[in-house]
Structure formats: C-alpha cells, structure tokens
C-alpha cells in the first residue's frame, strides 16, 4: 500500500492521540491517594513528548501485522520509561535541568522527592502494564519476552548503564566509539526495544523480518541520539523545548563535539541509510518505519 | 515434621547464605562497564540486611513444598527492590541519612547521582531476573504473576505509594489508620509479596493455603514495621545499625509517637497472632513461618 508523502504526519498524530489516550488510562488518577504523586507521574508523562517510541512500537505492528489495540501496552510503558529516565536526568544531583519540553522539570514543578518517587513509580507501573494489560497478547511466553526486552533495554547494559557513562564521561575526551556506545545504550536501546517489543507481541513473524527490523531499531536508536546532539549544536531552543548549547557548557563529550558538526551529519545519514537497508525483507509493509527514519534524522526539534 | 527451637535461627544463616549467593550470581560484575554504577549496585545489597524477605520467600516455599532453587529469583528480585527503596529513601532529597546497616549509605559513598541510577537499575534488574531466571518456573503464567505481584508492591498502590504517604506526613498530624495505610504499602506490600511470590511459584496450591498465606504476609507486614517504629523508640543505635530517635527527630508521626509505645507493642503482639492464626490451614507445614513471625515480632535490630 502506497500512501501519500504527508500521510506519515497524519499517522504520528493519530499515534500520538492513541498512545495519549492509553497513557491516560493506563496511569493512576489524582482522585486516588497518593494525589500528590500522581499528579507528578500524570505531568511528566501527560500532554508533552514526541512519543517518537510509541509511534515506533505502533508503526513496527502496521509492518507486522499486529493491530494498535495490542501494542497500547508496550507503547504506553516505554513511554513511562522513558518519561521516568528524563525525570531522573533531569534531577540536581544529574543534569540539573529546571526546563524540559517548554515546561518546568518535574522537579521544579513538584519537589525533589515527588520527582524522584515518580519517576520510581513509572518504572515500575511500565512493567505492571506489561504484566497485565489484557488486550496485549494471550501468549504468556510472548508477554515476557515483551517484558524482558523493556527490562535489558533499561538496565545497566542499556539506558540506565548509558545514563552512568555519560555522567563519568562529563569533562572528559571519550573516543567516538566510546561516544557510541554510551549512546547506543542511553537511546538506542530504548529505541530498539520499542520495535523489538512489537515485533514479540506478533503473531508470527518470520526470523528474518524480525532480525531486519531489530538492525533496523539499533541502527534508527544510535542516529536519534545524534541528531539530538546536533539540534543542541545547531538547534533553536524554542522548537526543542529546552535551552541549546547545553551539552557544549556542561563540557559533555557529544558526536558533534569530538568529531565536528558534518560529520555528525554524516554518521546519521549513514546510519539513516543502514535503517533503511535492514528494511529490505520487508518491502512495502515496512514504508512507513522507512518515512519515519527520514523524518527523524531530518527533523528539526 | 518437628525441629528444635534454636532452627529458626540455622534456617535464617542459609537461606541468607543463599540469597547472597544468588544476588552475587544476578548482580553485573564489577568489572563489566559501567563499572562504578555495578560497584554502586553492589554495594548497596551484598554484604549486609537481615534478608527478612527473601528467608520469607524461601520459608513459604518450604511451607508449600517449593525447592529453593526456584525461589532464588523471587528472593533476589525482593531483596532488590528493597534495596533500591533504601538507596533513594536515603538520599539528601528524601530522609537525608548517612548511615545503612552500619555503613555509609549509598550516596555517601559514591555520589547521588550514581546512588539515583544504581537505585534505577536494581529496580530493573529485579524485573529482569523474574522475566529470565529458567529455574524459577516453566509455567510461564505463574512467572507474570510473580512479576505482577512484585510490580504491584512496588508501585504506588504499595512501597514507592507509601513512602510519598511517609514524605507527605512528616511534621504532620496523622490518625492511627493513616500511619497504618501508609505502614501497609510502605513496607507491608512487599513483606506480603515475598510470600504470595512464593506461593505463585508453586505448581499446586490450594486456594485456601493461598489466602492463608496472604493473610499471614499482610499481617506480618504492618507488624514488622509497627517493630521498626519502635526499634526507633527504644532501641541500641549499634544494634539496629543505624541512628535511634530519628523519627521523631525529624518529626515523623509513626505508630508508637501517636499512640504510645504500650499500644505499639500491644499492636504488633496482636498482629503477630493474626498472623499466627491465619496459618492454621497449613498446619504442621508452617511451622518455620510461626517462628520467623515471633522473630520478627521480638527482634531487637
């Protein structure tokens, strides 16, 4: 199926709504105790974020065949990891970050223990969803893989160990490849996952799909990150939602930093490039995740 | 099957000895990258903890004929959660403590922001060795109940729950049942889930055991922390390894502050005998739970 070239901003804005809604859901009410934070969870998750991740999940079924219904589980939840990953980095004892999406940081918002026990309590409410929204899969052994991938994914050989060595490499040179695989980690594990966790919750999916659409998740995670570190270098700060030059004050080592701008752009155009490639097996069902790694390497906030 | 009284206590030294050697086997090593966040992780749960809910998890399964070796994952993933719930309990943000089981705690000893991951990670990791451990069970329906049980325990409708109740109350009034509901999530959720956990594990258990179970675990939840309130009261500040007096140094309502100390004890001798009471289906099996309740009840540290 062929769609038009402005379709794919339709799609994100209907995954967008779905994965709100299921958000919305899915989180506990401020009418329930403890209001407080709830309320937390509900502001930093809520009403804000590219969803980039969910829509990922949700475009990975349409080239799977698995219908949205069934992927609002895993959407929601490494929504909820990663919303509780920002509020974290965000803290004083991190980043320090008093501004995120164009809104105060948690923190800010609330305090600093609401934001601390917020983001613990998304962490822990992603896995609950996986363990039992009822809608996801009827195949126990597919929901824990769902469950086991989100869980490697975040751990210390993926976002929380990536979170760890960009603090340690903070005012220090780090090699490229060290800069990779710090990055491969914070991002691009989650990124993967939230392909590799639609793919699990398929029906069947034939090995080869499967491992095209893993290559194409780690490759789509490692240029994310990048592109994000270009939009801090060369970035306006009020499309991104948060001050630029940041990464460059707080003497982080980035990919634009140590290698220079072009080739940053470079990289990502490459590694844009391997994305598509992976894609090859699954032809047409898979234009969609196509658009998507172009307009994430392209776009501008 | 009959034991001498002193084997409460030879039960305790091996099923402590065992769930060290699981954590140590499930912990990253040290020598894997990141490693200061492996070392922080490390730190905060080998070495030291009376291990109360992992012994609970192993002495349920004795009670419904659940070899250890399945439960290593169920006592290692609790006893990571709890240690996660101590690192950022005692962080500057939250209680601000120095000290831990007689150690510097966590923050203290490495850096908040390393005690902040480390305490994302073993959350995590937790979730991760109940989704993978292959001796755990081949049920993979009784594996997302465990993760269920834990996940829900852990959240806001349990630990991460009641320490926002804990946080709000501070240097306010707070009625007997408040203190209770608070006590129930904060840390009975997770005392009542080392043992459902381990009754979720078993391939065949009544549902009366079952309910008995989870009556005892509820019970002996609110008493274990009801006995921590007033180790805080009366207790040796060597013994219980940390400051004595602090809860009401930082002006915190807890059981035996707002309905005296007589009545605390009065309400943890009362609970212990629901717990004792609720066990009479299992009879003779549960022997090993009696005692673990009167020692719970009656310990000093």
Redesign the interface.
Known sequence: MTRSPDSLQALLAQYQARVEAALERYL?PVS???A???EA?RYAVLGAGKRIRPVLCYLTGEAVGTPPLRLDGPAAAVEMIHA?SLI?DD?P??DDDDLRRGRPTTHRAF????A??A???L???A??VL??DPAMTQD??A??EV??LL??A????GM??G???D??ATGHALELAGIE?MHRRKTGALIAASVDMAAAVAPSVEAGARQALGRYGRALGLAFQIVDDLLDVEGDAELVGKPVRADAAARKPTYPVVAGVAAAHARAEALCQEALDALAPLDGRADMLRQLARFIVERRQ
Chains 1, 2 share one sequence.
């Open positions: 506990p329930r105790s403890p407080r934070l709830h969870m509780y974290h803290l004892a991190m305090d600093e223990a609401t601390i026990l983001g613990d309590a962490q822990v409410l896995f609950e363990a039992s126990p052994s929901r824990l469950i086991r869980a490697v975040s751990g210390t050989q929380a160990g979170q760890a060595l603090l340690a695989d």
